[in-house]
Nanobody, 128 residues
Framework: VQLQASGGGLVQAGGSLRLSCAAS????????TAWFRQAPGKEREFVAA????????YYADSVRGRFTISRDNAKNTVSLQMNSLKPEDTAVYSC??????????????????????WGQGTQVTVSS
């Protein structure tokens, strides 16, 4: 399974970007999928997740109301729409997926250890 993230770039504060994660080898409809980010000198942090069954979504408090995670089964992609971007959103964003049959609670979906497959990351830079 390979994940490929794209859509990063440079944007001014208040602007928007849409990240996309494409999967090859498996379908996202059978995966719990998430976005994480890591800023220079900081720990990797959870951003958003979407559950395979029912499509429930979860967000970090710092992005709730501004970011939206979604899945397109026809295109086999998971996207992260980011609006009202702030300089503190600057980071490398990575998509991650687990195809395990296990059920993960909302807390586990916020942990990077839950996910088995990772994309290469895409840089998002928000200027003030």
């Amino acid at each position: 399974v390979q994940l490929q993230a794209s859509g990063g770039g440079l944007v001014q504060a208040g602007g928007s970007l849409r990240l996309s994660c494409a999967a090859s080898g498996r379908t996202f409809s059978g995966a719990d999928t998430a976005w994480f980010r890591q800023a220079p000198g900081k720990e990797r942090e959870f951003v958003a997740a979407i559950r395979r069954s029912g499509g429930s979504t979860y967000y970090a408090d710092s992005v709730r109301g501004r970011f939206t995670i979604s899945r397109d089964n026809a295109k086999n992609t998971v996207s992260l729409q980011m609006n009202s971007l702030k300089p503190e959103d600057t980071a490398v964003y990575s998509c991650a997926a687990t195809f395990s049959d296990s059920y993960y609670g909302s807390i586990s979906l916020r942990l990077h250890q839950t996910f088995d497959y990772w994309g290469q990351g895409t840089q998002v830079t928000v200027s003030s």
